[in-house]
C-alpha cells in the first residue's frame, strides 16, 4: 500500500487531478463523429438563428 500512498502524493504535488491521473478509455468512432455533427449542427443554428434576427432588425428598421 505504501507504493499507492507515494503515488498519490506525487500526483498531488504536481497539481493533477486524481481523475486525470489515471488512463481513460478512448470514445468509440461513431460517438466522435455523432459528437462533431451536434456541434456542427449547433453551429449552423446558431448563424441561422443570429441572421435571421439581424435581416428582421434591418427590415424594420428600413421600413421606418
Known amino acids: ?3 499507492v500512498e507515494s503515488q498519490m502524493s506525487t500526483v498531488a504535488d504536481a ?3 486524481p ?3 489515471r488512463g481513460h478509455a478512448r470514445w468509440a468512432r461513431w460517438k466522435v463523429i455523432l459528437a462533431y455533427a451536434v456541434m456542427a449542427g ?3 443554428w446558431s448563424v441561422w438563428m ?3 434576427h439581424v435581416l428582421r432588425v434591418a427590415a424594420e428598421m428600413g421600413a421606418k
Request: glycine share 14%; hydrophobic share 75%; charged share 15%.
Open 15 to 17: 497539481g493533477v487531478a
Open 1 to 3: 500500500m505504501a507504493g
Open 50 to 52: 443570429i441572421d435571421a
Open 42 to 44: 449547433l453551429a449552423a
Open 19 to 21: 481523475a486525470d491521473a
